[in-house]
């Protein structure tokens, strides 16, 4: 089965390539794929530094959610156990440190939610996209390969 390829083309070209199902024809003109492999690689950046921000957000709030839990889990613990030492270290009277224990737990139940809510609602779309662009390019990378060794 042939198909017609000229998606990867600047908008200017002329020709078209046209590829069988078994094997893609390469173009002649290695400076379109250097120029398609270039701006896939801006796009891959792009694309990438966005999930990754994504990313390091939800895991900002999980980490920083355990991290309050395990404040609240010491807190909770000395008020078992009525160690007061901490809580006159710092100041407080056992009514606050009851309030600040409080605090620390529902401050890192918020967080953690939060970031659960954020991995469940992530963009699967733009990581299908941004493995879409990653293999366009690695086959823009063979065809040029594939162009230098033919001229060689």
């Known amino acids: 089965m042939i198909e017609k390829c000229d998606a990867w083309l600047s908008p200017d070209a002329h020709h078209s390539v046209f590829y069988s199902s078994e094997q893609i024809a390469l173009p002649v003109e290695s400076d379109q794929i250097d120029a398609r492999i270039k701006q896939l690689r801006l796009k891959i950046d792009d694309l990438g530094y966005e999930i990754d921000a994504y990313k390091s957000r939800t895991a900002a709030a999980m980490g920083g959610g355990l991290f309050l839990l395990l404040l609240a889990a010491g807190a909770g613990y000395d008020l078992v156990t009525g160690n007061a030492s901490i ?65 060689v």
Do not use: P
């Open 87 to 151: 809580q006159f270290a710092i100041g407080m009277t056992r009514y606050q440190f009851y309030l600040l224990a409080f605090a620390l737990a529902a401050s890192s139940i918020a967080l953690v939610a939060t970031g659960i809510v954020r991995q469940g609602k992530r963009d699967r779309s733009r990581e299908a996209k941004l493995d879409e662009l990653e293999r366009e390019l690695a086959d823009m990378l063979e065809r040029k390969n594939a162009i230098a060794q033919d001229a």
